[in-house]
Structure formats: structure tokens, C-alpha cells
């Protein structure tokens, strides 16, 4: 596997250049290669004023590590002059060599000490977040590179548990590794030159030996650990999808009261998360009951050498006491130690899924030298097109068709014909296995996406709204739009009389996927948004085969409207909608069957004949079935005064 745009040396492009470098797994990349990955983020190029916070807090860092070094010492001071011993050293000031000052001095030191380790934090803050947000940049833009087949087969809610925890673990690791665990190795230099300087080489062995087991148990320790919390994670992914899936589908949940089994599904992923998580927290005390088990072996044993050479004569009280206060104080970093390991482990294996998301490669991507789209007339051509999803089903097989410049051709078929492909190839969500498309004589794959885009609008057959304002949903289609051109886009839409009677017009808010709004005004919020982005080609895409007649009829006014004088492709079930097209082609099992204008179509008596029969005596039967019941209400209201009376 390659690096990533988190961590990479081969990347494709820097992060400034906008470039997403590729990642390894999180097992194989190891530690130190995931910082220098890292690093760049946390000195970025274009952001001298990060720089200087970085310099300033290793600065403080190493200031905080001397005085942590230099506390115990008044420790010991304070009490050889308590027992009557002198060892203070003759560079202090006469008025602090006093007992009671050297006590002061030792809790001011204790107070200085922390004080600066919060500066440090202070002043580290602002580069560990921009690295954050900069790398949750990357994953969020690395989302909507992908293509469509991914996102079809995701699950909403998994995905955005994997990404909340990836973006926790990279902030786990550029805190503990960069912030803490360099000055954490800084103070062991320190601490072992002080003890062997005052005491013996014994004690350094003694202690050293003691680092050894205690960081030996926790790296152990820890490792078996990852494989429980990767189960934790892996089950908590699990429920989380199912309740955003369930509660994404409220409605359908009510319709066959399956609410009790929606919330079982739920219960049985919790309860293998809870058992998971039980395992996780229970082997975090056997941890820490491990590390201090070790801590106080080692403590014990130097303090028992401290001990004798004070019966000895060899050695002070005060150094008795300043033996215990330096290894209580190393007890500090090498706590740390053991929940720094476990912070880097966990982050690294919270951020292993992102990983794999991040190592995706974009299915349709832009040529090294893709031009923009030059829109001159806007004629489509649809050249001897195959497609396949998969080697084993064939969608499209030798299609070709030229949709003129400002005429509108409608593809119609049964269900499984291959119409809504042809939509999605000419968005070039997928690219085509056979043949080429063009618009104005230029293939697809030689422009860049998003200027393709750019000259397309779409009004699907399932509109979904951000939930968010109706405004915002318009505005959605130019970002860049004034109210003005919103509120007309409004009224060319026909929706704009319904929008001004709302409580609050335009800032209404439609809901999750627009569900506070019904199918007819959806459809007409995607035209006034396809309106105000104005594109030279449209694609109807069913647009109004889940509505009702009139409404139907409504919809295909405001449609009307939005295609004249653009080049326009209509996916169509209902054949009462593309009757007036310039050209209807029917698509059967993925090849085109018939092609020519609704009357041709009609005298042919073939596949369009049929539809189009079929269609009408189903059309009929709903008129004779509403017509009835109008009636029946009708009778009601007539006969009801006679009853009375």
C-alpha cells in the first residue's frame, strides 16, 4: 500500500497544492513514519505565525523539563536544614538558604512547573487544530471524490462514525507524540543524569531496569489491548449505522410498526458493543495495576538503597527524601509513558479505517491534461455507447444518439431498460466501458468534471433537500445568487406564491431531505434551483413519475419553461410527458428498439405503441375511479339536506 495525503512521501501533490497524497496501514506505516507524515501540518509552509507557536512551545517545554529537575532539590535542602545538616549549595541567595524559604521555593517550583506545561498547551493549541481541520479537509474533500458506486454501497452512519473517530485519533497522536512525547524522553535524559550524579551508578541501573519492564509490560499490554478496542470500534460503527439507517427511514419504521424490532437490532449490535467495551475498560485496570506494581518494585528497591547509606552515614535525610521525590516525580513521564502508548495504539487504530477510506482511489478522475467544456450550441452525442456495472451485467450495449442543439430528445423503455444510466453517464458519474459521448464534438473524459458539471442542470425524479432554509435550497444551484435572482427563479418555478404564504417564506426550514415539504413542491424547489444556475443542457430525469396527474401536469408547465431554448434529455416513464419531444428513442434491455417522434412511434405499432396503450387505459381507469368518487361525494352533499328534512 502507498502513503496517504496525511502521511505521505510519495504524494501526488502537496497539501497546499491541494493535492491528496495516499495512505498505508496504520499496523505497517509505524509510529515515528505517521509524525514525520505528520509533521508538515504541524510546521505548514505558508504559516510562519504556527512556526513561531511551534518554536516558542519547545521552547517552554524545555524550560518546564529543567525546573521539574530542580524541585526535588529544595525538597532535599528544605530538609537536611529542618534535621540540622547544611547542603544547600553557596550560589543561593543568603535569605533563601532559611528552611522555611527553601519550603516555599519547592511548592513555587511545583506551581512554575505546571504553570509553564499549561503555557505550552496554551500556545501549542492553535497549530494542533489547524492541523486538525486541515487534515479533516482532506477526508471531507477525499468523500466527494469518490464516486458513485462507493457511495451507494456506504453506510451513512459508519462512515460518519469512522471519520468523527479518525479525526480524534490524528488529534490524539499529534498531541501526545509531537507535544509530549519528546519532552517526556527529554525529562528521562534529565533525571537520569541528576541521580547518577548524586547518588551512584546503581541507581541508574536500578531505575533503568525498571523503565525497561514497566515501558516492556505497557507495550505488551497494550498491543493485546488494540484488538478489543478495534472489536469496541467495529461494534460501535455497527450500531450507530443502524440507528441513523432507521431513523433515516422514520416513515417506512411506522408504516409496518417495526419499531420494536428496529430497537432489538439496535440492542443486540449495543449489547456486543457493551460486552466489548467492558473487556476494554476491564483490561485497563489490569494495565495500570501492572505498570504500578513495577513502579513500586523500582521505587522500592532505590529507597531501600537510600535507606542504608543513611544508617551508613554515607548519605543525608535530605537525601533520602530527594531519592523519593526524583522517582516520584520520573513516576510522572513514565505514567504518561504507558497513557501515551496507549493514546498513540488507540489513535492509530481509531484512524486505520479512515485510512482505508483515504486509500480509495477515485474511480473517475480528470486527465493529467483535461481541458474545460467550451459550450458553443450544446449538441449531445451519444456514440455507439457501452456500459457495464460489472463484467457479468451488461447495461448498455451499442447506443448512439445526437441530441441537437435546443431540441429536446426524450429516452423512454420499461423498467431495467438502462435509462437512468444514460443520465448518470452523461455526468460522467461513471465512465463509459464502449464508445464515447461528446458535447460539441468533446469527449467527456478529456474535460474536467467540474466544468461538466457546470453546464448540466438536473431535475431527478427524487429530489432531496439539504435541511436547511428553502432559500438556501434555491441558492444551491449559484451559490453566488442574490435574493433577487432567487425570489424569480422562485416565480418561474411557480412555487413563489406558496413559498411568500409560508409563516416564514423564504427562511422556512424544509427538513431532513426536504420531508416538510411534499413531493410537488420539492420537484418545483429543484427547478427554481436548476433555473438560477441556468445551464446551456438539462436533464429530466423522471421528474414527475412519483407525482400525481395534476400535479404532473403543473410540474411539466414550470419544465416546459426551464427547457425552452436548451438542449434537453428527458428520462421518462410516464409517455404522456415527451410527447412533444423532437425525438424519442426506446430503449429496451439496454440497446436502443425504436427511435422517431410520438406520431411515428404510434403508426409503427411497436414496444412505444404498447407503452403508450397501456399507459392510457391506466390513465382512464384513475379518471373513471376519481370521477366516481367525486360523484359519490357529490351525492352525499345533495342528499344529506333530504335526510334532514
Not at 503555557?119 to 469518490?146: K, N, P, T, W
Not at 547518577?196 to 525497561?212: G, N, R, S, T
Not at 522500592?300 to 526524583?326: H, K, P, Y
Request: glycine share 8%; net charge positive; charged share 25%.
Amino acid at each position: 500500500m502507498a502513503d496517504s495525503g496525511l502521511i505521505a512521501q510519495r504524494a501526488r501533490a502537496s497539501a497546499a497544492a491541494g493535492g491528496r497524497p495516499r495512505i498505508v496501514d496504520a499496523e505497517e506505516r509505524g509510529l515515528m513514519r505517521t509524525v514525520r507524515g505528520l509533521w508538515p501540518y504541524m510546521w505548514p509552509a505558508n504559516r510562519p505565525d504556527l512556526k513561531r507557536r511551534v518554536a516558542w512551545a519547545f521552547a517552554v517545554l524545555v524550560v518546564a523539563k529543567i525546573i521539574t529537575v530542580l524541585v526535588p532539590y529544595f525538597y532535599k535542602w528544605a530538609t537536611d536544614a529542618l534535621t540540622g545538616a547544611d547542603t544547600a549549595p553557596a550560589i543561593l541567595p543568603a535569605f533563601l538558604v532559611a528552611p522555611l524559604m527553601l519550603v516555599i521555593a519547592y511548592n513555587v517550583g511545583r506551581v512554575v512547573m505546571v504553570g509553564l506545561n499549561q503555557v505550552r498547551d496554551a500556545v501549542f493549541a492553535s497549530v494542533g487544530q489547524h492541523a486538525v481541520r486541515q487534515l479533516s479537509s482532506i477526508v471531507f474533500r477525499h468523500m466527494h471524490e469518490l464516486s458513485l458506486r462507493f457511495h451507494l454501497a456506504r453506510r451513512t452512519g459508519g462512515l460518519s462514525r469512522v471519520i468523527e473517530r479518525g479525526v480524534k485519533g490524528i488529534e490524539s497522536i499529534v498531541r501526545f507524540t509531537i507535544l509530549n512525547g519528546g519532552p517526556t524522553i527529554l525529562e528521562f535524559a534529565f533525571m537520569a543524569a541528576v541521580i547518577w550524579y548524586q547518588f551512584d551508578f546503581v541507581y541508574v541501573l536500578v531505575i533503568a531496569a525498571m523503565i525497561w519492564a514497566y515501558v516492556w509490560f505497557s507495550v505488551k499490554a497494550s498491543d493485546w489491548r488494540i484488538a478489543i478496542r478495534r472489536d469496541m470500534n467495529d461494534n460501535d460503527t455497527e450500531a450507530n449505522s443502524k440507528a441513523i439507517d432507521s431513523l433515516l427511514n422514520f416513515e417506512t419504521v411506522k408504516y409496518f410498526g417495526n419499531e420494536a424490532w428496529e430497537a432489538r437490532r439496535f440492542d443486540e449490535s449495543m449489547a456486543r458493543y457493551e460486552k466489548a467495551a467492558t473487556r476494554v475498560w476491564t483490561s485497563l485496570a489490569w494495565l495500570n495495576f501492572g505498570q504500578a506494581v513495577i513502579l513500586g518494585i523500582g521505587m522500592g528497591i532505590c529507597m531501600v538503597m537510600s535507606g542504608l547509606a543513611v544508617a551508613r552515614g554515607e548519605q543525608t535525610i535530605g537525601d533520602f527524601v530527594l531519592i523519593n521525590a526524583l522517582l516520584i516525580q520520573l513516576s510522572i513521564p513514565l505514567n504518561f509513558i504507558g497513557f501515551l502508548y496507549r493514546e498513540i495504539r488507540q489513535g492509530l487504530t481509531d484512524i486505520e479505517a479512515m485510512f482505508d477510506l483515504l486509500d480509495v482511489e477515485p474511480e473517475i478522475a480528470d486527465r493529467p491534461h483535461a481541458r474545460p467544456l467550451a459550450v458553443r450550441k450544446g449538441e449531445i452525442v451519444f456514440d455507439r455507447v457501452d456500459f457495464r456495472y460489472d463484467p457479468d451485467r451488461p447495461i448498455l450495449s451499442d447506443v448512439s444518439f445526437t441530441v441537437p442543439a435546443g431540441k429536446t430528445v426524450a429516452i423512454v423503455g420499461p423498467s431495467g431498460a438502462g435509462k437512468s444510466t444514460i443520465s448518470r453517464l452523461l455526468f460522467r458519474f461513471y465512465d463509459v466501458s464502449g464508445g464515447r459521448i461528446l458535447i460539441d464534438g468533446q469527449d467527456l473524459r478529456d474535460v474536467t468534471q467540474d466544468s461538466l458539471r457546470a453546464a448540466i442542470g438536473m431535475v431527478p425524479q427524487d429530489t432531496v433537500l439539504f435541511n436547511d432554509t428553502i432559500a438556501y435550497n434555491i441558492r444551491y444551484g449559484r451559490t453566488g445568487a442574490s435574493d433577487a435572482e432567487i425570489e424569480k427563479a422562485a416565480e418561474m418555478a411557480q412555487i413563489g406564491a406558496f413559498i411568500r404564504a409560508l409563516p416564514a417564506g423564504f427562511s422556512t426550514q424544509v427538513g431532513e431531505r426536504g420531508l416538510k415539504l411534499s413531493g410537488g413542491e420539492k420537484q418545483r424547489v429543484a427547478i427554481a434551483r436548476t433555473l438560477l444556475k441556468a445551464p446551456p443542457i438539462l436533464v429530466l430525469d423522471e421528474a414527475t413519475s412519483a407525482l400525481d396527474t395534476q400535479t404532473e401536469r403543473d410540474i411539466q408547465a414550470a419544465l416546459d419553461l426551464v427547457s425552452r431554448n436548451r438542449t434537453t434529455l428527458v428520462i421518462a416513464h410516464r409517455l404522456s410527458t415527451v410527447v412533444g419531444a423532437d425525438e424519442i428513442i426506446v430503449l429496451k434491455d439496454g440497446s436502443i428498439a425504436e427511435r422517431g417522434t410520438h406520431r411515428r412511434l404510434l403508426r409503427a405499432r411497436g414496444l412505444y405503441a404498447e407503452m403508450w396503450n397501456r399507459q392510457r387505459q391506466a390513465a382512464r381507469a384513475e379518471e373513471r375511479l376519481r370521477a366516481a368518487r367525486e360523484g359519490d361525494e357529490l351525492g352525499i352533499i345533495v342528499r344529506r339536506p333530504r335526510a334532514e328534512g
